[in-house]
């Protein structure tokens, strides 16, 4: 009962002071939602990427041909042509650790069907594509091993491709001119969106590796070859085995350095992971400054308080209160103020991620450790900076507090 008359007793002190006291509030308030708030987004954001990796496909591995070089000097990465499709062919006979591989090539330039035009990408790929990307047909077929052997002139459109070229009508079976070469139609392609980088993953085409290199393209070998690993596990047996290889197809002597380059999915992710992790923390160490600063506000005003009850702490004293006594009262004034501040802002910080994520179209998700984490944090301010003015009421001598005015 004693504790619960000096929270009674806290209540009406703070009761008193209603502005005061909603102003004193209105740091640990805005620094609670703003903590909240910044970290609903960076998980939002690493929750993104995530997906965004994700959609590449399963397990998978990249590999890109090396840097070209001549008379000492060196071209970008992907330039030189180290890269074949009896390499891609070997690696699917010798590496035990891939299960689905698809050589692949680049071409680009403006597509035409009818009276309309559209300026996209085309992908050159292998019959595994598909299933290395986890990317279904939404309707149509996708080509056979038997198009890639006879370079068919068939093709896959992405859904910004199709929805351009065939705003009003199935593009299935339509014939569509790719640098005035013409192409049938086969399939579409399911929607996937955006690409971690914000590219359009359905702004594109896809045929045949063969075809692209042979009617299409200017680049006599494979630009890339796509790789899925059997399991999560085997990724790296998988790109070990790989480079193995391709070092001794590619004659490379063992103090050489790979002209081949292999990304994995993996290191993609924990890249990703890293970076977002550290935009999360920036932003939850910006946002716990007004925490700090609501706490400066407690100190401050329930120091005011100290001085202008005085007299009543002198009266409490004189009746038999004990130090203890008065510093446990103005210390749960001060956790009264935090934990009312903490609520108020978890509600707030709740509602203003949902407005955010609606208005920016932003991910944010909202996670019980960072709820936990900004009431703890409202807890500990107002203890910590209750402490002291709590403290500074407690020493005070009886007789000078009843001769205060």
Not at 2 to 25: C, D, E, G, H, V
Request: with cysteine; net charge positive; hydrophobic share 45%.
């Amino acid at each position: 009962m004693k504790i619960l008359n000096i929270i009674l007793s806290a209540f009406r002190a703070l009761q008193r002071n209603k502005m005061r006291s909603f102003l004193t509030m209105l740091g640990i308030i805005i620094g609670v939602s703003a903590v909240i708030a910044m970290l609903a987004i960076g998980q939002g954001a690493e929750y993104s990427v995530k997906q965004q990796i994700a959609a590449l496909g399963t397990n998978v591995l990249m590999v890109y041909p090396g840097a070209q070089q001549q008379a000492g000097v060196r071209s970008g990465a992907g330039s030189a042509t180290t890269l074949t499709e009896d390499d891609a062919l070997a690696i699917s006979r010798e590496c035990p650790a891939v299960q689905y591989i698809s050589p692949g090539a680049f071409a680009g330039g403006q597509v035409i069907a009818g009276n309309l035009n559209w300026s996209t990408s085309v992908q050159g790929v292998g019959s595994d594509y598909l299933e290395i990307r986890q990317w279904p047909i939404e309707y149509g077929d996708f080509f056979t091993d038997q198009d890639i052997k006879a370079a068919a002139k068939v093709c896959i459109l992405g859904k910004t491709v199709a929805d351009n070229l065939f705003p009003e009508a199935s593009p299935v079976d339509q014939t569509i001119r790719i640098r005035s070469v013409p192409f049938k139609v086969v399939g579409v392609l399911t929607k996937k969106g955006q690409n971690a980088m914000g590219q359009d993953q359905d702004d594109v085409i896809l045929a045949p590796y063969t075809t692209v290199l042979k009617r299409l393209s200017h680049f006599p070998n494979l630009r890339f070859i796509l790789v899925s690993a059997t399991s999560l596990k085997d990724i790296s047996a998988a790109q070990t085995q790989i480079s193995a290889l391709l070092r001794m197809r590619h004659k490379i002597q063992p103090y050489d350095g790979d002209d081949f380059t292999i990304r994995n999915q993996t290191d993609l992710a924990a890249t990703a992971t890293a970076t977002t992790e550290v935009l999360t923390i920036l932003l939850a160490s910006i946002a716990s400054v007004s925490l700090l600063v609501g706490g400066i506000g407690i100190m401050n005003i329930m120091l005011v308080s100290v001085t202008e009850r005085t007299r009543e702490i002198g009266i409490r004293m004189s009746i038999g209160a004990r130090a203890r006594d008065i510093l446990t009262q103005f210390l749960i004034e001060a956790l009264v103020l935090s934990l009312l501040g903490g609520i108020t802002g978890i509600i707030l910080g709740v509602v203003g991620s949902n407005v955010i994520s609606s208005i920016a179209k932003w991910p944010t998700i909202i996670t019980a450790f960072s709820i936990i984490l900004s009431f703890g944090f409202s807890i500990a301010i107002g203890i910590f900076f209750g402490f002291y003015p709590a403290r500074k009421a407690a020493m005070l001598n009886p007789i000078d507090a009843l001769r205060y005015e």
